[in-house]
Nanobody
Framework: QVRIVESGGGLVQPGGSLRLSCAASGNIFSIYHMGWYRQAAGKQRELVAIISSGGSTNVADSVKGRFTISRDNAKNTVYLQMNSLRPEDTTVYSC?????????WGQGGQVTVAA
């Protein structure tokens, strides 16, 4: 069984920073990719950033230059460093992982950017 656990969300002022973590645990043979999505109320789910097992990344234009995704393969953990946060970044962020050829989602964490 595989578990995906997220941490690091919260409240931050505009221009501030947060780091999200997503850790996969359990009976893991391989992790193809891990990444983050977000979905604001009334909007479609949006890919924020994703990283492959080899380190290749895909980052949304809306966060490029502000957000950085990285991965610690030894810990089966991916990190999303979010800098220069804006109020429009406020929403729930969810971690997605393809583990052992199956897709898994984390529980989701709220990120709120407000003065």
């Amino acid at each position: 069984q595989v578990r995906i656990v997220e941490s690091g969300g919260g409240l931050v002022q505009p221009g501030g920073s947060l780091r999200l973590s997503c850790a996969a645990s359990g009976n893991i043979f391989s992790i193809y990719h891990m990444g983050w999505y977000r979905q604001a109320a009334g909007k479609q789910r949006e890919l924020v950033a994703i990283i492959s097992s080899g380190g290749s990344t895909n980052v949304a234009d809306s966060v490029k230059g502000r957000f950085t995704i990285s991965r610690d393969n030894a810990k089966n953990t991916v990190y999303l460093q979010m800098n220069s946060l804006r109020p429009e970044d406020t929403t729930v962020y969810s971690c997605d992982a393809v583990v052992n050829d199956d897709g898994y989602w984390g529980q989701g964490g709220q990120v709120t950017v407000a003065a």
